[in-house]
């Protein structure tokens, strides 16, 4: 009789652990190696458009998930279009059609409809056995799906979390998180929310809206004049008509029906084509179209009253709107993507992250209130705003779908105390260097690079600048589209586009309102607008000398001084001015001309026409000119120093000529470090900064002879004022970066 497998020879023991070992190796690596099962449950038409790019998603790699959908909610109701056939069109599968909605539309309804969800969805989650179920946003459906996916030790990943809008959405919508296994946020403070809420920061993917990757890509479409035809009319033009959307608030039902109705009574006396939709299934609604049906708005001439549009059609309907109203979710997410001038009523979407098209009327008691603010908003267009997504969504919740591994255990492990804000991620698919595209515009090259944070030059491009307004606008949008789209590749989150320009620049409206002469066709250009449009991201706009003191505020000396100047010496001579910590522009935006300040009666002419500017004297073209003027005199050249006959003579060759002991070189670079001396002690006894910064080619020639000049010219209170070269390689690039970093990190309106 056998002992047992402690009896066997220990050989046949030493193999049977081995090929134990090497099964188990080989059912690890099968499991690696199949399909990530993936359900998504939509329950909505608005859940609808966020999920469908990600089922798009999961639908073009069949290599490597295995896509199930299933619908429920108000898909199936006839009164809200039933739009799961718009799912069908879009030719999914659907795997389950669950009837959940107890019909009423008030309070207990939505109770009931949750409950007989979660009556339904067992047998269903049982029979699918997904891997991953993919669950949206704030519903009382999603709370449904996650409860039951939850207790039935199924993984969720949550769409959207981590947002507040001050409602009881809040509340379903921060449940639905704790219930969660993984989490893709669409805002940074989403995602800080969830991290004080005790999310593990690792299980958090910053991706963006994913109806974002559709509607930057889509909305341009050629027929959108055929969309607003067909919905409003053959009458009604772009940008003169309105949309109107509001959703009942189900913990003040009573003041949203009073809101509804002052909104219709505005509306009616605005006069202008109104597409409305019908509310969602929330409690309050039924009495919302009642309200509707009363004031006779589905035989109103000016409005046309529907359940449902599809959302390629929406985005277009929203895109070229003169205004949207009401308090959906939409108002404050995806119009801002076009610059559509929004009206938010009432407090449904209180504490959300909005761009500056969104005009709030929180207290919206009286019908004068909302129609002032239809007067203020109706036709107005915005800078687009990328706040909620960048077009990339899906390519992110792709990779973080494949990141899963399913050997881990399936119990959330949360984060006590909370981890504090902005904390570094860790793995690569999470971890993404906020970045700023810098556009500098010079008088020979046109160059664009991203930037990181810690203003780093991830990559940079440089192209010939050309010589017409519309060469010069079309290769600015080619090279910026470029590099949003290496961008990506590099891990980069693109929050925004500086432009650095010569000239005089209106910072306020980003309009360049006159060029220096080596920049043609470049003055009353309005850069911002085409820019913004183009990309769909906010756009800066300042004069260069402004972006180098701006690069070194943020980048290099200037940083945490106060009070400081930069000069730049090169072919011209510029610079910026920071008083108190900010930026000073001046009246007419010519503060910080510090090339233009005289400082002799009688001297050269100077490219602005008038005489003895500081650049007459210290500029690079300055120096070329007198060493052109020692070179026709024969009075340039010293042994171990030679002049090509094909090359042109120039600054350097006056200062190599200096440096090897030519006494009128000396002279003339003694007189412009001379000038430069004097128009700086003029700016120390002008705006007392405690820092001056030399930037450019010719700052360390300069460096000595303008402090020489302060010890024996300035007043004694300012003689010990520091001078510094900077040690910025790209201060024009820099400082258009700075631009973008400094203040798209904090649009929260």
């Not at 042994?639 to 200096?658: D, F, M, P």
């Amino acid at each position: 009789m056998l002992r047992g497998l402690d009896a066997r020879n220990p050989h046949e023991l030493y193999f049977l652990r081995m090929q134990r070992a090497e099964e188990k190796m080989e059912r690890l690596e099968n499991k690696m190696k199949r399909k990530l099962r993936v359900c998504v449950a939509t329950c909505n038409r608005a859940d609808y458009s966020k999920l469908a790019p990600i089922m798009f998603g999961l639908k073009a790699h069949p290599e490597q998930f295995e896509l199930e959908v299933v619908v429920l909610g108000s898909h199936l109701i006839d009164d809200y279009g039933n739009t799961f056939r718009m799912i069908e069109q879009d030719e999914f599968d659907i795997g389950s059609k669950l009837h959940t909605i107890v019909r009423g539309e008030d309070e207990a309804a939505m109770v009931e409809s949750v409950g007989l969800a979660l009556v339904k969805l067992p047998d269903v989650l049982q029979r699918l056995a997904p891997d991953v179920l993919v669950v949206h946003g704030d519903r009382f459906d999603a709370l449904a799906l996650a409860t039951a996916a939850a207790l039935m030790n199924i993984r969720i990943l949550h769409l959207e979390g981590g947002e507040v809008s001050g409602t009881i959405d809040d509340s379903i919508r921060h449940a639905i998180s704790k219930l969660a296994h993984y989490h893709a946020v669409c805002t940074r403070s989403a995602e800080s929310h969830l991290i004080a809420m005790c999310e593990d920061h690792s299980r958090i993917l910053l991706a963006g809206c994913p109806s974002y990757d559709k509607l930057l890509s889509a909305h341009k479409r050629d027929d959108y004049t055929d969309i607003i035809k067909a919905w409003l009319g053959d009458d009604v033009k772009e940008q003169d008509y309105i949309v109107a959307l509001q959703h009942p608030v189900t913990t003040d039902i009573k003041n949203s029906i009073k809101i509804y109705e002052l909104m219709l009574d505005a509306l009616i006396s605005f006069k202008k084509k109104t597409l409305i939709l019908f509310p969602n299934i929330d409690a309050g609604s039924k009495e919302m179209v009642r309200v509707m049906r009363k004031k006779g708005i589905e035989q109103h001439p000016n409005f046309r009253a529907v359940k449902h549009v599809p959302f390629d059609q929406f985005i277009q309907l929203v895109a070229h709107a003169g205004c949207m109203v009401g308090n959906s979710s939409c108002g404050v997410r995806e119009a801002g993507a076009f610059g559509t001038p929004v009206i938010n009523l009432g407090t449904r979407q209180t504490g959300r992250e909005t761009g500056e098209n969104v005009l709030h009327v929180r207290d919206a008691d009286t019908q004068n209130k909302i129609y002032h603010a239809l007067e203020l908003q109706f036709g107005k267009r915005y800078p687009c705003s990328k706040i909620y997504g960048d077009g990339n969504a899906v390519t992110r919740i792709l990779k973080f779908l494949q990141s899963i591994d399913l050997t881990e255990p399936l119990q959330k492990k949360f984060c006590f105390p909370a981890v504090r804000e902005n904390i570094s991620q860790d793995i690569d698919h999470i971890l993404e260097t906020q970045s700023a595209l810098a556009v500098d515009l010079g008088g020979t090259n046109l160059r664009v690079a991203i930037i990181s944070m810690e203003g780093k030059v991830m990559r940079k491009y440089t192209q010939p600048n050309p010589k017409t307004y519309e060469e010069r606008i079309e290769l600015i949008l080619t090279m910026c589209k470029q590099a949003i789209a290496e961008a990506v590749r590099h891990n980069c989150r693109i929050l925004g586009v500086g432009v650095s320009t010569g000239g005089r620049v209106n910072p306020q409206e980003g309009i360049v309102l006159d060029s220096t002469k080596l920049i043609k066709e470049w003055s009353s250009v309005d850069l911002r607008a085409p820019v913004s449009r183009a990309l769909h991201l906010p756009v800066w706009v300042d004069n260069d000398g402004n972006c180098a003191a701006l690069a070194e505020k943020k980048f290099g000396h200037g940083s945490g001084v106060e009070n400081f100047v930069t000069i730049i010496t090169g072919t011209g001579i510029g610079g910026g001015i920071i008083q108190h910590g900010e930026l000073i522009h001046g009246s007419t935006f010519c503060a910080a001309e510090l090339g233009h300040i005289m400082v002799s009666l009688e001297g050269p002419e100077c490219s602005c026409g008038s005489h003895g500017c500081i650049e007459a004297f210290s500029s690079g073209l300055a120096l070329q000119r007198e060493a052109k003027r020692l070179h026709d005199e024969d009075l340039l050249l010293v042994e171990g120093l030679s002049v090509n006959n094909k090359e042109q003579v120039n600054a350097v060759h006056l200062i190599n000529a200096a440096r090897l002991g030519n006494r009128k070189a000396e002279g003339v670079l003694h007189t412009a470090g001379t000038a430069l001396g004097v128009g700086i002690v003029n700016i120390l006894h002008t705006v007392n900064p405690s820092l001056v910064i030399l930037s450019g080619v010719l700052a360390q020639h300069y460096v000595t002879p303008v402090q020489q000049v302060i010890s024996q010219r300035a007043l004694s209170s300012t003689r010990d004022i520091k001078v510094v070269t900077s040690d910025l390689d790209e201060p024009a690039l820099l400082g258009a970066a700075s631009m973008v970093l400094d203040y798209a990190t904090r649009r929260t309106y």
